[in-house]
């Protein structure tokens, strides 16, 4: 089984900081990683996909990298509407577990 | 624009099945795959399985082998998730998402999510 984890579970942060989520697999996944954005109450939506390439409509403010087992998802300048739930997800697409998520990091205002 | 339309709340007692359906429009039904995730009040998300409308294969979480059945009916362009045999953890928000290509597995559009709710 592939095994997601995330760090932090949460962080604090103020409208303008840089923000960092860290997401590691169990084995190597090679670049099978994509990172949502989730509200409360709505949806989740997909903000980069193959650990690195950013979805239409998504702000440029958002950006993704690594490959392998971590990955990094990086909000340059945070805005208020960023403040959400962040999942990273592998999509390896291999059986039992397919298309894991990770934990979630909770990311609030300071 | 694509579009995934789920249908409504449902209650349901424990050790009952629950079906739940995704109206798609918007693009050719049959070209994408679709992902089922749920996600229980306060908690994450939780993928389940995916299908292939065109030739409904399917693949599922081991979590929920033998008790969830994917299906769809590509004449009104629908998915279906039925979950059997329920309990009070499986009480939670279901999701469908249409993958946004079928080489990446990420998820690009999603439904508006159908609560489920099993008590007795």
């Known amino acids: 089984d592939i095994q997601m984890t995330q760090s932090p579970s949460s962080l604090s942060a103020s409208v303008g900081d840089r923000v960092t989520i860290t997401c590691r697999a169990s084995?190597?996944?090679?670049?099978?990683l994509n990172w949502y954005q989730q509200k409360p109450g709505k949806a989740p939506k997909l903000l980069i996909y193959a650990a690195s390439s950013l979805q239409s409509g998504v702000p440029s403010r958002f950006s993704g990298s690594g490959s392998g087992t971590d990955f990094t998802l990086t909000i340059s300048s945070l805005q208020p509407e960023d403040f959400a739930t962040y999942y990273c997800?592998?999509?390896?697409?291999?059986?039992?577990?397919?298309?894991?998520f990770g934990p979630g990091t909770k990311v609030d205002i300071k | 624009q694509v579009q995934l339309v789920q249908s409504g709340a449902e209650v349901k007692k424990p050790g009952a099945s629950v079906k739940v359906s995704c109206k798609a429009s918007g693009y050719t039904f049959t070209s994408y795959d679709i992902n089922w995730v749920r996600q229980a009040t306060g908690q994450g998300l939780e993928w389940m399985g995916w299908?292939?409308?065109?030739?409904?294969?399917?693949g599922y979480a081991q979590k929920f082998q033998g008790r969830v059945t994917m299906t769809r009916n590509t004449s009104i362009s629908t998915a279906y998730m039925e979950l059997s045999s329920l309990r009070s953890e499986d009480t939670a928000v279901y999701y469908c998402a249409r993958v946004i290509t079928m080489v990446q597995g990420a998820s690009g559009y999603w439904g508006q999510g159908t609560l489920v709710t099993v008590s007795s």
């Open positions: 299908m292939n409308p065109n030739s409904g294969n399917t």
């Open positions: 084995q190597s996944i090679s670049s099978y």
């Open positions: 997800q592998q999509s390896y697409s291999t059986p039992p577990d397919w298309f894991t």
